[in-house]
Every structure is written in C-alpha cells, then in structure tokens.
C-alpha cells in the first residue's frame, strides 16, 4: 500500500488593520508631531509621500503669485492629505498648517502605491474618503454661486464639526474668525456679526471653544 502524500498546510493571510496601520509607525511611515502654527509642508515642497491626521487640526491654503492667500479646506483626524503625490505632482501646490498641536502620519509614496494595489480594504478606505471629499467640493462650489455668506458660514461650521457622520464631534478645533472668513468668501466682520448671531440664537456655543449644535442646520436649510 502507497504512503498517502500529505497535502502541505496552507497559511492564512491576517486580516489588514486599516484602522490599527494609520494609528501605528512601521516600515516607511513615521509619525511626525507639529507644535500649534507649524508648518507641515508648504507650497512649491517636494510632493513624495501622502499624509494622514493621527490628532489635531490642519489648515490647506493656497498663496496666489499676487501675494494674496486663500483658505481651501480644515482638516480633522481621519482625514488624508498630500494625495497629489500620487498622481504625478512633484511640488505641493498649497500649503499645510498646524491650527493646533498635531500627530501626522507620513507614508512614502512607494508604500502608499503598493498598499492601494495590495490592501483592498485599505484601498477601499482611501476611495471612499477621496470620492467623499469630491463630492464636498462639488458642493462647495454651489455654495459659493448660490448661497448667501450667512448659509456659507453656516455650512462650513457644520462640516468643521462633522455633521451627519456617525459620531459627528460639536467642539470645533480652535478656528480664528479671520480663517473662517478666508473659507467662506467674506469678511472677518461678517463672520463675527454671523457668529454672534448664531451664538444668541443658541446654535453655537462658546465656553472655551467653539461647540456646534445640530438646530444649525436650520440656516442652512432656510430658504
């Protein structure tokens, strides 16, 4: 009788950690920590590796060759910035400022190529965030041509505070009226009428920081 040949074991693959990789450092990603007004890459850097928000707030801006400077986006941990790199950017074409003491994640470009090639829940992730913040921009876009500074404001507020997510956070991370000025296309005395408008209204909230409250989406949706 022959001797049955064993069939050699097969190894399982763990199952990725996409939550656990972006949290951790490891082979060409490193955790860099920025003090609050820091700059963490500016406009006109080399572009070679993407970033994640680990803790904090991130200011994106863009300076016009006139000098004059435009706020385009907040960032909040879980947000992905830099992503340029990827498609072919050799310079950063704005620049990325520290609102608060901040941990950011950097990871090369090489790895962040082969972990979207390899890693489909990793990549999966990094879609859906990028096809979300399309779709913000959109959106944007129409607030800007359409609504008035007040549901401007209104809106971004909402956003800064990441409303109609799972767990949307209401204490906003510290945002000068100014900044938000910059964001929503008006002036800083606007802003500041409009806020104290909100904050008697009860909508927002200032008791060492700025807290958002969900009735202010009623601004938005006022017609």
Avoid: W
């Amino acid at each position: 009788m022959k001797p049955q040949k064993r069939t050699p074991e097969r190894t399982t693959k763990p199952a990725f950690d996409v939550e656990e990789y972006l949290e951790s450092t490891g082979a060409a990603r490193r955790v860099v920590k920025y003090r609050r007004g820091a700059v963490v890459f500016a406009q006109g850097d080399p572009s070679s590796d993407v970033r994640y928000l680990q803790e904090g707030a991130i200011k994106l801006s863009v300076l016009s060759r006139f000098g004059k400077e435009a706020v385009v986006g907040m960032l909040v941990p879980g947000d992905f910035f830099g992503e340029g790199a990827l498609a072919g950017q050799s310079l950063r074409i704005g620049t990325a400022t520290a609102m608060v003491a901040s941990a950011v994640l950097v990871i090369d470009k090489e790895v962040m190529t082969r972990l979207l090639h390899e890693e489909h829940t990793f990549s999966d992730r990094f879609i859906s965030y990028m096809l979300t913040r399309n779709i913000r921009i959109e959106a944007d876009l129409v607030d800007q041509l359409f609504n008035s500074s007040e549901k401007r404001l209104a809106r971004t507020l909402l956003l800064l505070a990441r409303y109609g997510q799972t767990a949307p956070q209401r204490a906003l991370p510290k945002v000068s009226q100014q900044t938000l000025a910059e964001m929503v296309g008006t002036t800083r005395s606007r802003v500041n009428f409009f806020m104290n408008k909100f904050r008697k209204l009860g909508l927002i909230e200032y008791n060492g920081g700025l807290k958002v409250n969900n009735s202010l989406l009623s601004v938005v949706l006022h017609d």
